[in-house]
């Protein structure tokens, strides 16, 4: 089974400076894909950036960026300039084949990262 | 582009009644999803359809649990009988399709708690 570990329970950083939320995955599907969502305090998810396992380039998203590192099966994302409004809860997430198909369904989510932006 | 839509946003209710959630996935998104987030978790999943066909059903989902999009539209979760360990926020999300990069986007959730 699938399963996505996120080990830092909260960060912290400062206004304009990058900071990197870790997140190492586990599965034995060769085709597979990960995501990172932001969730603020209001609740909504809101998706932010894709990876793709077979992407040879890591995927980059304006100020977000995804470190993908396959052989150590970790994605981290990479928030650069970091702003205020970057404080939230931040979810990776993967998808992988789903059973007997080669359509894909259900995202698999770690437990999040509170990342907390000082002025 | 009218985004997922799920109401009610907020629901009270007392241990043993019965409650229903809808969700309104974005226009023409075939593929619609549920999961349900405790607080301080990651979101976990319930079910999920594509078009009125339910594809997949989590252990998770007990038999007090059933879901329905009976025209590949709106989709209904309904519980039944209560229980205090089903408060949590309810999550409704839909996708273009069944590709693996193919983005869920999710509504603002329907937070359900059991007096």
């Known amino acids: 089974a699938q399963k996505i570990t996120q080990t830092q329970p909260g960060m912290f950083v400062q206004e304009k400076e990058a900071v990197t939320l870790d997140c190492t995955y586990d599965t034995s599907d060769q085709s597979y894909g990960l995501f990172w969502y932001k969730q603020p305090s209001s609740g909504e998810m809101i998706f932010l950036i894709y990876q793709g396992s077979y992407d040879e380039q890591n995927a980059t998203e304006g100020r977000y960026s995804l470190n993908f590192q396959k052989a150590r099966k970790s994605a981290n994302l990479v928030i650069s300039a970091s702003q205020l409004g970057d404080s939230a809860m931040y979810f990776c997430?993967?998808?992988?084949?789903?059973?007997?198909?080669?359509?894909?369904?259900?995202?698999?989510f770690g437990q999040g990262t509170i990342l907390t932006v000082h002025p | 582009d009218t985004g997922v839509s799920q109401d009610p946003r907020h629901k009270i209710t007392k241990r043993g009644q019965n409650v229903t959630f809808r969700c309104d996935p974005i226009?023409?998104?075939?593929?619609l999803y549920w999961y349900r987030q405790t607080l301080g978790q990651g979101p976990e999943f319930l079910t999920y359809f594509q078009n009125e066909a339910q594809l997949e059903k989590s252990r998770l989902l007990s038999d007090r649990f059933s879901a329905e999009r009976p025209k590949g539209s709106f989709s209904t979760l309904e519980i039944q009988r209560t229980e205090q360990g089903d408060s949590a926020m309810y999550l409704c999300?839909?996708?273009?399709?069944?590709?693996?990069?193919?983005?869920?986007?999710f509504g603002d959730g329907t937070r359900l708690s059991i007096l």
């Open positions: 226009s023409e998104h075939n593929r």
């Open positions: 997430a993967m998808r992988v084949p789903a059973a007997g198909g080669t359509s894909y369904g259900k995202l698999t």
């Open positions: 999300a839909s996708s273009a399709g069944d590709r693996v990069g193919q983005p869920q986007h």
